[in-house]
């Protein structure tokens, strides 16, 4: 039995593996998305003429015919490749072979746009990821959507409780994403009110403050959309009692007719007809600042007597960009969330490891770590979600290789010097001492799909590239497509051995729980060098890097045996000599 305000046991064992569906595998040609599919016709919003879907192993930078004449950044958000849920099932032998333990879905509810967080639908999975679009569409319009009673089940629905199924046979976990502060416009009860204006019964769910616009011109409406964006109506707050500011938590509610909405939908999904055992594991929630904390409690114990070994982690990010974070201590008592996306703790493990204009040194980079942990209960600290890219990232490769702040102008549309091709060899070296420190630090493993494969791309929309699996022949991709020069091309393609490499990290950290559930004690942070022990009971860890251009020395214990879990080889004596750029994990033995 999990405590109330204690995070789920196996929380602290997970590998994530975080899947944007649309992009990660089509494993049904027959349910690919149409035009109409992904029209937002009450905002003028429509596909271009002409409009096909994208083909998976083309040239990313390169315009399909219906894109040509239109800004490169105004195509990209009609793309699609077809990615759907049987592609996830027909890919988890691979997930399983990685050894991944735990799956974190980007949205699956029905929307419109490729990333889902513009729901159309909380309680369906996307009609487009399911084997009949069209059955499931006649579906939806015969339920009463605001009635749970009449609510039944799609194909993707069903579809999508296969995948759990599957999941949970194998040993694994799956929880998905939700954004519980905003809708789309084509959400059922905003086009109720965009029928009905001020007659509509769901009115009161969103901060509308004028209906002076006509039911064919929902632009002219007033009302607040999340960062200003009009395809994202916010759901109305309410009881709030102190400062609503962003990237700070505030005391307040959701509308009680939406937040009753939410519940029955997070029912559906924990427990489908009733039986915990076949619902997902957990949930990822989305732009967590922005709701009030009275609604989070509330969720919580929900959730909790549903399911009582659910995982909630939110996403707590920035407090004002690009310098600050925000304060994860008032989400991680224990009344809210188990977790947050721990971004915190990569920005800068980049600044120590990459080759960074904003590098620090060993000892700011322990400093930086102790800080974050120190606001953080021990065990709270073993189930952190550690994140180094994800769909709203840099990819790895690519954010090591170029020296930018972290998440400052890093695309080409902000900085036409920014790097997009394949990353040089020390890029390679750098990252790979990241993940061996992600892998051996304190906090749950996370990996964005695409990443084990040796993917590189720029910040959103770069980082949504569709997955490069190995079966599949890519053309060329364009480096210099939007920067001076001469136009260069990268070969693309899977790369077996940074797969490999996730593979032996993720196997090393699975045949140790002292990296998961070990005490960390620095030995080493000066200058370039960084040594630390995860020590629990007679087990003992020791990771060592040697970021100098020289050859570095590191102590270790007298008298001691190690066999360095990345070779093989036994290491003896009182001192360790690690070349330059070099790193090794030691078990004593």
């Not at 003028?44 to 894109?67: F, I, Q, S, V």
Request: with cysteine.
């Amino acid at each position: 039995m999990t405590p109330f305000e204690k995070a789920p046991e196996w929380s602290k064992d997970a590998i994530w593996y975080q899947i944007f569906v649309e992009r990660f595998y089509n494993g049904d040609r027959h349910n690919d998305p149409k035009a109409d599919n992904i029209n937002i016709e009450s905002l003028g919003l429509l596909a271009p003429d002409n409009w096909t879907l994208n083909p998976w192993t083309g040239n990313w930078y390169h315009p399909e015919r219906w894109e040509k004449g239109k800004p490169f950044s105004e195509t990209l958000q009609y793309r699609r490749y077809g990615g759907d849920l049987q592609g996830v099932l027909d890919k988890l032998d691979y997930l399983q072979d990685l050894g991944i333990t735990a799956l974190y879905l980007n949205p699956v509810n029905d929307a419109p746009s490729a990333h889902k967080y513009d729901a159309a639908s909380y309680h369906h999975i996307d009609i487009n990821f399911g084997p009949d679009p069209e059955g499931d569409r006649m579906i939806i319009a015969s339920e009463d959507p605001a009635n749970p009673l009449t609510w039944k089940w799609t194909s993707a629905d069903k579809l999508f409780l296969k995948l759990i199924r599957e999941v949970h046979s194998r040993g694994m976990r799956i929880i998905v994403d939700y954004s519980w502060n905003h809708t789309g416009v084509n959400f059922w009860a905003w086009r109720d009110i965009l029928e009905k204006q001020s007659l509509s019964a769901y009115h009161s769910w969103y901060d509308i403050r004028s209906f002076d616009g006509h039911p064919e011109s929902p632009h002219e409406y007033i009302y607040s959309g999340w960062m200003g964006i009009k395809t994202l109506p916010e759901l109305k707050k309410v009881n709030v009692s102190t400062p609503r500011v962003n990237g700070k938590p505030y005391e307040g509610d959701i509308n009680e007719g939406a937040k009753q909405h939410i519940l029955a939908v997070t029912r559906r999904w924990l427990a489908p007809e009733g039986n915990p055992e076949d619902g997902v594991d957990g949930f990822r929630l989305d732009v967590a600042d922005q709701i009030g904390m009275s609604f989070w409690r509330d969720f919580r114990k929900e959730v909790r007597q549903i399911k009582q070994d659910t995982y909630l982690v939110g996403e707590v990010w920035w407090d004002e960009f690009p310098e600050k974070f925000m304060d994860i201590e008032p989400y991680t008592r224990g009344d809210i969330f188990d977790a947050v996306m721990l971004y915190h703790t990569y920005r800068p493990a980049r600044y120590f490891f990459s080759d960074s204009a904003f590098r620090i040194d060993a000892s700011e980079f322990r400093s930086c770590l102790e800080q974050i942990w120190s606001v953080l209960p021990p065990d709270k600290r073993q189930v952190m979600m550690n994140v180094s890219s994800t769909h709203d990232t840099p990819r790895l490769l690519t954010d090591f290789y170029n020296k930018n702040m972290y998440k400052l102008n890093a695309t080409p549309f902000e900085d036409q010097l920014y790097h997009t091709g394949k990353p040089d060899r020390q890029t390679y070296k750098r990252v790979r001492h990241y993940l061996i420190h992600l892998f051996t630090s304190v906090g749950a493993p996370h990996i964005w799909n695409g990443e084990e494969m040796g993917m590189w791309g720029a910040d959103d929309p770069d980082s949504r590239k569709p997955l490069w699996w190995e079966e599949f022949e890519f053309e060329d991709e364009s480096r210099n497509n939007y920067q001076p020069g001469r136009a260069l091309y990268d070969p693309v393609g899977f790369n077996r051995d940074h797969f490999s490499f996730y593979k032996k990290l993720i196997s090393i950290r699975k045949s140790n729980p002292v990296l998961v559930k070990g005490e960390m004690i620095f030995t080493v942070s000066e200058g370039n060098k960084l040594a630390y022990k995860r020590v629990c009971e007679a087990s003992e860890i020791m990771v060592c890097f040697n970021l100098d251009h020289d050859t570095q020395v590191f102590p270790l214990q007298k008298d001691s045996v190690y066999v360095n879990l990345l070779n093989g080889r036994k290491v003896r004596g009182e001192n360790l000599s690690l070349a330059s750029l070099g790193a090794v994990i030691l078990k004593r033995v």
